[in-house]
């Protein structure tokens, strides 16, 4: 066990977070799997509708009696649709569509889950652990959830984000390095201005909130968690070292590609979303970028109109038209069991602080 003001806070064991990464990736196996072994496991709901939410969380409350977080993406993403025209992007769809054995596509009548219904599900199942991320709600909101119970942490790419969070008094802030696989929380200012590194964004955060701070961002192993340590963190977040464990819902041509990747292979593309997100570069990417190629729909419309193509490719094991979500570290995936991981992050740790101890200061 070690104690840090993170562990007090969630009621864990290890300063370690399995972050909530929606898409089907955080099965119920998973999250249990995490948090029984002393950390936090973490259901990424975000695309989830509020009864299989509710269904999600009881699944995980079947498996484990420790603590656990859902996380949510804040609503109000939607834009207006006169301010864009799906066409090209359909076009340019029906050559993908057509080589998955799929119909045209059709921009769908609805782009998200209902957010309303999702915030109800989960302050209604009282959570242990609530967290949310692209974007802040108002302090009521936060209040409601911290009186059902919960521990709230929002997430933040800025020293101004963070600031922003803790005025509306979360109870930790998520750091998210440029690093990070999966899509950028920026909520406050330019997504190119916050492309900060983990090892300069986190030390700037714990300068300027009072509440605990956890590293996200190209951690994978016992060296990243003393690193983010030493930079003034409580904890750490881990998303990329999770998708190959063993409980993860990662489809084979995902993971096959995590397992291959190299750490200069991941880029940040608008192409499946509309909103940056860093993966694996892939056939579509590179389509996307092309000069003939349509701007992507803004999100979460270009994500409601890639999604039968990304499911057919899963079910397909096509890697070339998936969003191969993952952060730069991703060369340092492990195929091995959640809780093994739990176990060997820990040990790593010990590891790296006992060499430190035994190294002798250079005197000047």
């Known amino acids: 066990m070690t104690v840090t003001s993170l562990t007090r806070l969630l009621g864990i064991d290890h300063p370690i977070i399995q972050a909530p990464m929606a898409g089907g990736t955080t099965t119920p196996e998973l999250v249990a799997a ?48 006169s301010s864009w025209d799906a066409e090209p992007m359909v076009s ?9 054995g799929l119909p045209r596509p059709v921009l769908p009548d609805t782009f998200a889950p209902d957010s309303k219904g999702q915030w109800s599900a989960v302050l209604a199942a009282k959570v242990p652990v609530f967290s949310f991320t692209l974007g802040i709600p108002d302090r009521s909101t936060i209040a409601a959830f911290q009186e059902g119970g919960a521990r709230v942490l929002g997430t933040a790419t800025n020293v101004a984000e963070a600031r922003a969070l803790e005025a ?7 750091t998210q390095g ?3 696989g999966a899509h950028r929380a920026t909520f406050l200012g330019g997504f190119e201005r916050s ?8 030390p700037q955060v714990v300068d300027a909130v009072d509440v605990p701070v956890v ?28 998708l190959t464990t063993d409980e993860a819902g990662t489809g084979p041509a995902y993971r096959d590609a995590l397992l291959r990747a190299r750490e ?39 994500n409601a109109l890639t999604g039968p193509m990304r ?31 739990v176990v060997r992050l820990m040990d790593e740790r010990a590891a790296v602080l006992a060499e430190l101890r035994t190294r002798v200061p250079v005197r000047p």
């Open 264 to 302: 200069d292979q991941t880029v940040i593309t608008r192409a499946f979303s509309g909103r940056p997100a860093r993966g694996i570069v892939n056939a579509f990417i590179e389509g996307m970028s092309e000069p003939d190629a349509p701007e992507p729909l803004p999100f979460p419309v270009q």
């Open 215 to 242: 590293a996200s961002g190209g951690i994978m192993d016992g060296r990243g968690i003393v690193a983010a340590e030493a930079l003034g963190a409580a904890g750490v977040q881990l998303g990329t070292a999770f």
């Open 311 to 341: 499911r057919a490719a899963a079910q397909r094991d096509d890697a070339e038209r998936l969003a191969l979500w993952a952060g730069q570290g991703v060369p340092m995936a492990r195929s091995i069991g959640a809780a093994e991981l």
């Open 178 to 180: 440029s690093e990070a």
């Open 168 to 174: 509306v008094g979360i109870d930790g802030v998520v």
């Open 34 to 81: 995490v948090s029984n072994a002393g950390a936090l496991g973490s259901i990424g709901a975000a695309y989830l509708g509020p009864e299989q939410i509710a269904e999600s969380i009881a699944a995980v409350r079947r498996l484990t009696s420790r603590p656990f977080c859902v996380n949510l993406f804040v609503p109000g993403h939607t834009p207006d649709p």
């Open 195 to 202: 492309m900060v590194g983990t090892m300069a964004l986190v």
């Open 92 to 100: 340019f769809l029906r050559d993908h569509h057509a080589a998955l």
